[in-house]
């Protein structure tokens, strides 16, 4: 299976590929258009700032790239937020594949959320095979709010999108890379779309 990893100026691209090697993945960590468009699964992952990370992409016509993709795509943790179309970090322009906002968490509660959550709502692909009792990890001071995209949620200050799929895209907010066998069963679920 080839598999391609988006490589841009994000923080999560390496564990994303350690993740992909224990499911018996070697995946093609690359920015380049014609293996991008060629792979059978791309992963466009994500831990940085939105802004930055979108006058990058748009420089190297990233974001509209994914945007054209047929094949199943997913997002993760900042690549979710950039699937949207507007953040309110840096009030920023992103990709626009899902129609919804992405907010900064009211100042209520800690901020940023970090650590481990149970999610609830789960439909589709992603979630088949998850047991009830498991917990996925998250690090992110803006979320996406529930909408007709919404796969998963989970409730942290606010009830937010933990997960959303439309079409081919798929997005999480959590990291299964770093979830354990819980995130490890979300990465199977893609791999095998």
């Given at each position: 299976m080839n598999v391609a990893?988006?490589?841009?100026n994000a923080g999560n691209i390496q564990s994303v590929g350690f993740a992909l090697e224990r499911l018996g993945v070697k995946a093609n960590i690359t920015d380049d258009f014609d293996s991008?468009?060629?792979?059978?699964k791309v992963i466009f992952p994500g831990v940085g700032e939105a802004g930055s990370t979108m006058k990058y992409l748009k420089e190297r016509g990233i974001d509209q790239l994914l945007s054209d993709l047929k094949q199943p795509v997913l997002g993760i943790c900042l690549g979710q937020q950039l699937m949207c179309?507007?953040?309110e970090e840096g009030d920023t322009p992103c990709i626009g594949i899902f129609d919804v906002p992405v907010l900064r968490f009211p100042p209520e509660g800690k901020v940023p959320h970090m650590g481990w959550n149970n999610i609830e709502d789960?439909?589709?692909?992603?979630?088949t095979g998850l047991r009830p009792d498991?917990?996925?990890?998250?690090?992110?001071?803006?979320?996406?709010?529930?909408?007709d995209y919404t796969s998963a949620s989970c409730n942290y200050i606010t009830r937010f999108s933990a997960a959303l799929q439309k079409d081919n895209f798929y997005a999480t907010q959590f990291h299964p890379e770093k979830s354990g066998d819980a995130g490890q069963q979300v990465l199977k679920n893609f791999l095998e779309l």
């Open positions: 990893v988006i490589k841009y991008i468009r060629a792979a059978d179309m507007h953040s789960e439909k589709g692909d992603l979630f498991r917990y996925f990890y998250f690090v992110h001071s803006y979320y996406v709010p529930l909408n």
